[in-house]
């Protein structure tokens, strides 16, 4: 077997890294950032973290800010627009899974051109305009480490996966101590999100030795870190471990895929507007019933190394062991069902067939252990409705 690794040239991690984000910059022979965030972290002055090192340094940069939270064609576009009438030579993405998206997103269409959707996969976006800086302030999308973007096609409603080296960071600054003001709800959602990440990269037809290696470290630090971080914010410790866990996981599917509850859950994003972690969550319980027995032995050692089954229990008592605790987690993390979420019911009906199809079309599901069909697609989507 032979295994393509891509991660970022440079990873800084470590509480106050992002400091030394000017640092960084000189490292790549940069000076010029394009900083792109999200109008909460603009207008809390957060962006404040990265523009104060890089101001102590004369570096000035403009700043992006009308990212969106599942990020879209449009918005793109118009930072696209902005980004062309700069001189900026890189591009830093500052915030959650959608700066750092968008940025990558902006890189891969300025260089390109065209529309968005002419690089969704199975194009591959290899061609980027500008490196990209990547910090996360949320330990869950892994974007910071992985060659992937996912942006809404708004004529089309279709959440777009865009794959290639133009996506790939050339360096991530993960401090978890930008973590440390996200609320509960959100700590929930990317905990479980980057969980999924590494179960999935682990489980996926396409894992190889090292993606194993990135997913199973993942799994022990975020299974045993993220209830803490949930109930208790400022545990240094807690969240330390989520981030990086959170970027572990990210290396993992990167070099692996994602597989199942991602193909599932992104037309849930774009028909229903539910932030992507929440998504993932609400089923991340069904599909992994579903694909269980299809990759015993892999779901045995996952639920060993999240340390909910022993060394001694035989695999089905640990494939067992692992379903408890995934339903167990999304009632101790308060994850809602799409049902209670409020979704419109007859509304979701309808839109089954579509969104099967959609799964389906983005290619994940086929990396799963069990690949479904579309009306095993439809079951899942009706038993995860709660």
């Known amino acids: 077997m032979i295994a393509t690794i891509v991660s970022p040239r440079l990873l800084l991690v470590g509480g106050t890294a992002?400091?030394?984000?000017?640092?960084?910059l000189a490292k790549?022979?940069?000076?010029?950032?394009?900083?792109?965030?999200?109008?909460?972290?603009?207008?809390?002055?957060?962006?404040?973290?990265?523009?104060g090192p890089l101001r102590a340094r004369g570096i000035d940069p403009p700043v992006f800010s009308d990212t969106v939270p599942d990020p879209t064609d449009t918005?793109?576009?118009?930072?696209?627009?902005?980004?062309?009438?700069?001189d900026a030579d890189c591009l830093i993405g500052f915030g959650g899974g959608s700066?750092?998206?968008?940025?990558?997103?902006?890189?891969?269409?300025?260089?390109g051109g065209g529309k968005m959707r002419d690089w969704k996969v199975p194009a591959a976006a290899?061609?980027?305009?500008?490196?990209?800086?990547?910090?996360?302030?949320?330990?869950?999308?892994?974007?910071?480490?992985?060659?992937?973007?996912?942006?809404?096609?708004?004529?089309?409603?279709e959440k777009m996966l865009?794959?290639?080296?133009?996506?790939?960071?050339?360096?991530?600054?993960?401090?978890?101590?930008?973590?440390?003001?996200?609320?509960?709800?959100?700590?929930?959602?990317?905990?479980?999100?980057?969980?999924?990440?590494?179960?999935?990269?682990?489980?996926?037809?396409?894992?190889?030795?090292?993606?194993?290696?990135?997913a199973l470290r993942a799994m022990a630090l975020i299974a045993r870190n993220l209830r803490t971080a949930y109930a208790d914010p400022r545990n240094e410790a807690a969240?330390?471990?989520?981030?990086?866990?959170?970027?572990?996981?990210?290396?993992?599917?990167?070099?692996?895929?994602?597989?199942?509850?991602?193909?599932?859950?992104?037309?849930?994003?774009?028909?229903?507007?539910?932030?992507?972690?929440?998504s993932n969550a609400m089923l991340l319980p069904t599909v992994t019933r579903f694909s269980l027995n299809a990759a015993l032995?892999?779901?045995?050692?996952?639920a060993r190394a999240m340390g909910v089954a022993r060394a001694e229990d035989d695999d089905a008592a640990a494939g067992a062991r692992l379903i408890v605790e995934l339903d167990a987690l999304n009632r101790d993390l308060a994850v809602p069902s799409p049902r209670s979420y409020g979704l419109d019911e007859r509304r979701w009906n309808d839109l089954l067939p579509l969104m099967a199809d959609q799964a389906l079309a983005s290619g994940s599901p086929a990396n799963n252990p069990r690949v479904p069909t579309k009306e095993e697609i439809i079951a899942l989507y009706r038993e995860a409705w709660g």
Do not use: C
């Open 99 to 111: 700066p750092m998206d968008t940025a990558k997103a902006m890189a891969i269409l300025a260089a």
């Open 297 to 302: 032995p892999r779901y045995a050692e996952a």
């Open 18 to 24: 992002v400091t030394q984000v000017g640092e960084v």
């Open 162 to 214: 865009i794959a290639g080296l133009a996506a790939l960071p050339a360096a991530a600054i993960v401090d978890h101590t930008l973590t440390h003001s996200v609320p509960p709800r959100t700590t929930a959602d990317t905990g479980i999100d980057s969980l999924t990440h590494a179960l999935e990269a682990y489980v996926s037809k396409r894992a190889n030795p090292y993606s194993d290696a990135m």
């Open 126 to 157: 290899d061609m980027a305009a500008l490196p990209i800086i990547a910090i996360p302030t949320t330990a869950g999308t892994g974007s910071e480490a992985t060659r992937f973007t996912v942006v809404t096609d708004t004529e089309r409603n």
């Open 239 to 278: 969240r330390e471990a989520m981030m990086l866990g959170a970027t572990l996981a990210g290396l993992a599917f990167s070099n692996s895929s994602v597989a199942l509850v991602h193909g599932i859950s992104r037309p849930i994003g774009a028909h229903f507007h539910v932030a992507h972690g929440l």
């Open 75 to 86: 918005v793109v576009e118009a930072g696209v627009k902005r980004l062309a009438g700069s």
């Open 28 to 51: 790549l022979g940069l000076s010029r950032p394009f900083v792109v965030t999200d109008p909460f972290l603009a207008s809390s002055g957060t962006v404040e973290r990265v523009l």
